[in-house]
C-alpha cells in the first residue's frame, strides 16, 4: 500500500521473450517482506522458474525446470520450494546465489503436477509436501519406515519435512484421519514456525459439520474437508 489503505499499481512483468512467442506464467509465490518474488512460466520447451528481488523485483536467477504451478517462499526469501511431478525441489540463497538443497519426495502414489500442494514455514525450517494420490497404509502421523499400500489405499497424504545443516530430512508422513478416499493432500498450509499444519482434502465423504464430526462417515460424495495437526 502506497501511505495508507489503498494499493497502487507498482510495476508489470511480462512473460519472458522465447524464439516462439508462445510462453505464459501461472504459478507465483512472494516472500513476507515481500523483496522476493518467484513465477513459474511455461513454453514450448517446458517450464522455468523466475525469481525477481529488489523494488523494482528484476529478474535475478533462472532456476531448474520444474513445475509452472507451485512454489513457496520462507519469510525472507531465503528459502524455496519448486514444486514437481514427484514432490518438490529446495533451494537455498546464499552469498553465491541459489543453491540446490536436494529433492522432497512426495511419498508412495502417481505424480501430481497441477495446482500448488506444497507448503514451506516461514522461518524456512519446516516444509511440507502434498500427494492426493499417496497410497501409504495407516492413519494420521506415522514414522519411517512406511508399508506400502495399493490404489486402494490412495487416500492422499502429506510428507513433513525438517532442514538441518545436512540438508531437508524427512520427519514423517501426515496421513488423513479415515480410510476414505477424499485427496487428501491436494492442498497443504503450514503456521509461521510449522508447528500447525492444514491438509485439504476436498473429496472427503464425511457429511459431518463443525469441528470433529464423524470422520468414517461416507454418506456425502466430494463434500470436503480440512485436517489439522
Known amino acids: 500500500p502506497a501511505g495508507g489503505s489503498q494499493f497502487v499499481h507498482e510495476r508489470t512483468l511480462p512473460p519472458p521473450p522465447r524464439p516462439h512467442g508462445y510462453s505464459y506464467c501461472e504459478g507465483f509465490a512472494l516472500s513476507g517482506d515481500g523483496a522476493t518474488l518467484v513465477r513459474g512460466c511455461s513454453n514450448e520447451a517446458g517450464g522455468s ?126 496421513k488423513p484421519g479415515s480410510s476414505n478416499v477424499g485427496d487428501a493432500g491436494f492442498s497443504v498450509a503450514l503456521s509461521g514456525n510449522g508447528n500447525l499444519l492444514a491438509v485439504g482434502a476436498p473429496a472427503d465423504p464425511s457429511a459431518a459439520a463443525g469441528i470433529d464430526g464423524n470422520r468414517n462417515d461416507a454418506s456425502a460424495p466430494n463434500r470436503g474437508a480440512v485436517w489439522l495437526y
Do not use: C
Not at 109 to 128: E, P
Open 49 to 174: 522458474t523466475y525469481v525477481h528481488t529488489g523494488a523494482g523485483y528484476a529478474q535475478t536467477a533462472l532456476l531448474a525446470p520444474g513445475s509452472h504451478f507451485g512454489f513457496d517462499l520462507s519469510f525472507d526469501g531465503t528459502a524455496l520450494l519448486v514444486q514437481d511431478s514427484a514432490g518438490a525441489r529446495g533451494f537455498r540463497r546464499g552469498s553465491t546465489g541459489w543453491q540446490s538443497q536436494g529433492h522432497l519426495d512426495n511419498g508412495d502414489g502417481t505424480a501430481n503436477w497441477n495446482f500448488r500442494h506444497i507448503a514451506i514455514s516461514r522461518d524456512g525450517k519446516i516444509a511440507a509436501v502434498g500427494n492426493s494420490e499417496e497410497r501409504t497404509i495407516g492413519l494420521g502421523p506415522i514414522n519411517p519406515p512406511f508399508q506400502p499400500g495399493t490404489a486402494a489405499n490412495a487416500n492422499g497424504g502429506v510428507m513433513v519435512y525438517q532442514y538441518k545443516a545436512s540438508g531437508w530430512q524427512l520427519r514423517r508422513l501426515v
